[in-house]
């Protein structure tokens, strides 16, 4: 394999039978979609994807789709690998057992730039020794097992990813995320880390992603959780929701789009989900709001109108109902401050 030019990043996905096929396209796309991003300003397109395996050819995923490794482990040069990503999948467990792929992942530790996981690949990850007083977290599913088999492992469950290139809050090196979406939350951190918070948050708007979570926040929300019994079509709406806060969300529009009378879909609503609908709409803009004031380049007025509450002191009101703080105290105790570009 030739050398990467050097002012091209090489972010590598290591693929293997019976992975989960997202945990390498959503990374990798956000890496391809960065490079579009910088087209669009005048600059180089600096990210290099590839897709490796034991051997070339193709891979087959978890989903039953085939993807197609461009070269073998063996024939990639570590020392131009800038990123190196280990993805889960049902194949995990087989691979947690490979002793030619722990070793390939301790001599890549030694020499590629940042070594990172993807759901459950943190298990692999940990097999080798590398999470070894590191901090970790994994697919919420697979927290018990890391906490049982790795006792080593400094076990973060409830957070999306451990990257932080200040390694103030995470590891600049070797660094694990949560289950499936987290790993393009991991993504985008590490395109904000390369080029700044406003090429990321470009990235999360062109893949229509509402806002770009840190990596500390919640893997899941307890106040979004909907009740086992809750309607398929109520459901439906309960996913809809989040990625329309901006909107118009009364209880007529909620109604109409659950496809029931404004009365029924009230009491149908506070039935599965123990509260009326403005209150749960009010919960779920104040959790995004939370998210979006981790950004110290975030107004306060910005935040309020992406959040669907107008104005900046429908937001005090509505954190002071829910947290006991205003949206300055809260933007002062836990922003975190900009990144420079590279």
């Known amino acids: 394999m030739s050398k990467p030019a050097s002012d091209t990043r090489l972010m590598v996905c290591y693929a293997y039978d019976n992975v989960m096929s997202l945990d390498i396209v959503g990374p990798l796309q956000v890496f391809a979609t960065a490079n579009d991003e910088l087209a669009l300003l005048g600059r180089v397109e600096s990210y290099e994807c590839m897709v490796v395996a034991d051997q070339a050819g193709p891979i087959k995923t978890s989903s039953c789709i085939r993807l197609h490794a461009d070269v073998a482990r063996s ?132 893949l229509v992603m509402f806002l770009k979570r840190p990596g500390g926040q919640a893997q899941f929300s307890s106040y979004l959780i909907p009740d086992k019994g809750v309607t398929s079509r109520l459901a439906s709406l309960l996913d809809w929701v989040p990625g329309n806060l901006d909107q118009n969300l009364s209880l007529d529009v909620l109604a109409d789009r659950a496809g029931m009378t404004p009365r029924t879909f009230s009491r149908v609503f506070t039935r599965d989900m123990g509260m009326s609908p403005a209150r749960y709409i009010e919960r779920v803009r104040v959790e995004a709001a939370r998210a979006l004031l981790q950004d110290d380049t975030m107004a306060i007025s910005t935040v309020a109108t992406l959040c669907g509450f107008r104005h900046p002191e429908t937001l005090r009101r509505a954190f002071q109902r829910h947290l006991s703080v205003s949206p300055q105290e809260y933007a002062e105790r836990f922003a975190r401050k900009s990144l420079t570009p590279v």
């Open 75 to 206: 024939d990639v040069s570590l020392k131009d690998i800038d990123t190196l990503f280990v993805p889960g999948g049902d194949g995990m467990p087989t691979l947690r057992k490979d002793v030619g792929l722990r070793q390939w992942l301790q001599d890549a530790e030694k020499k590629v730039t940042r070594l990172g996981s993807i759901c459950s690949g943190a298990l692999i990850l940990a097999e080798a020794g590398l999470l070894d007083g590191r901090m970790a977290t994994t697919h919420w599913s697979r927290c018990d097992e890391m906490a049982r088999d790795f006792p080593a492992v400094h076990l973060m469950g409830d957070r999306l990813h451990s990257y932080d290139p200040t390694g103030l809050d995470g590891d600049p090196h070797v660094f694990t995320s949560a289950g499936v979406t987290a790993g393009i939350d991991l993504a985008l951190a590490i395109v904000e880390a390369d080029f700044g918070r406003t090429l990321a948050l470009s990235v999360a708007r062109r």
